[in-house]
């Protein structure tokens, strides 16, 4: 019989000493605002070490880190000491152009928007690359980040424990009257956690048409691959809210409805655990709008539940114009509009029904994920054609193979390393396999890898079609089978 061994790994913190510089090619600055006076456009400014300053990017250039863990620009030592912003990119001289990589931005503190950094008119395009948004606070909107007019790229990020009195805890949003254009704020590969709206809404992010200037400009907002958890908003949107256009006629309190300028799509989003003083909102929720008139909304292949409650509603459709619904695991909900239904949506089911886990951890890639496990409902659950080019990779740029899972996590996904995997017609048995398993089909094999969850190699046999297992440890792994006419991944379970 084969033993089960555990093992314990000991890990020693070493404390390393990074020191401070800031570059633009072999020439050094005091301060990074100092070398964004000396940059001309499409420098590189490279930062190293912890920069305690709040900063203004009005050129084309790029700040560039190593590593977000160690490369740290901060308004102040901590929170409690901060009175500023720590980035104001300021668009308004033209079309700017900026793009930030490996670095995070904490203890932020604005009485305006964006407590950690401000994107002010960029009608150009911002783009985060590798970047964490940290314990930054205002008291309007956009704790961690505010958009106000500006397209934006957001990529492999992390937007975690920042706040607003008003609006988006994490993330804000908006258009700008004095940027007259119709932005687009992309998100991709990342994780909105531990966020908050103390007075108002939308705890992680909020979408928000700005009645202040009707529906003169658009927003459009497009998820694909985050993860949204464990944020909290006192009014409504715990996860997030989208608004649509409200006018204020004549200065009193009545709202007139026009038609909405915000669009939001989320793709393989995972959004679960996030929380409201409202249960009927506690996850994504819409405001100022219709069936027709409302946000422009659309979800695919996505996890959407609060907790093991579904009186905690999710998702809430009320003032919500939703154009497809397709392929989604739903907790808790609040008019369900029922031209979604037949598109595969599992409807008022749990976060243990969908099989996600409880906390987040570190799977392999840039931002932590809510892993799915063994044998969960949302494993290979998205089976319905979406009409849309839907990502070949998950939040951590694994692989996604042909019946994708719902939410942001991909179970059975490997490194992008391993190379692409193309079509072979095989099965391996026994499986569940003790000592050995065979590969069976009509292609001859030419090599077998097999790889753990976390993409490590533990074990490789070429020019044969049976494997010996027993000298692995019980679990789950995969199987990539090479053969004469193309490769495939299979899962193999070890007892």
Known sequence: MKRTFTLLVLAMAIGTAFAQTVKIGSTSYTTISEAITAAVDNDVIEITGVHTESITIDKNITLRGTDPATD?????????????????????????????ENLTFRNGNAT????????????????LENVTIDNS??????GG??????????????????SSTLTGGGLHIVPNNGAAIDAVVNVR???????????????????????????KYTITANFENVTITS??????????????VDHVAGGSESVTIGDTNTSLTMVHCTVAYNTCDDIGKAGLAFANGAATTGPHFYLYNSIVVSDDDVANKALNFAACNPHDIINNMLGGLNAFPTSQDGNNNAKGKTATFAGIATVLTDEGGKVKVLALGDGANSVDYCTTAT????????????????????GAYEYAGLPTSVGKITALEVSISPNPANDYFRVIGKDQVVNINIYSLDGTLVKSVTNSAQVDVSGLMNGVYLVQVTGENGETIKKLVVK
């Open 72 to 100: 740290i620009i901060q308004a102040a030592a901590d929170q409690a000491s901060a009175t500023s912003r720590v980035v104001y990119v300021d668009g308004q001289g033209g079309a700017l152009t900026v793009t930030i």
């Open 112 to 127: 305006d928007h964006g407590g950690g950094i401000f994107a002010d008119k960029v009608t150009g395009l911002l783009t």
């Open 137 to 142: 606070t205002t008291t309007k909107n956009g």
């Open 145 to 162: 980040m505010s958009t106000g007019g500006s397209n934006v790229n957001i990529n492999n990020c992390t937007i975690k424990n920042n």
């Open 189 to 215: 590969n990342s994780l909105i956690t531990n966020n908050q709206s103390t007075s108002k809404t939308g705890g992680g992010f909020i979408v928000n048409g700005n009645h202040q200037y009707g529906d």
């Open 231 to 244: 944020n909290f908003a006192a009014v409504s949107g715990g996860a997030g809210q989208t608004l649509g």
């Open 387 to 406: 009409g849309i080019t839907l990502p070949s990779t998950d939040a951590r740029t694994y692989s996604r193979d042909a019946t994708p899972d719902a």
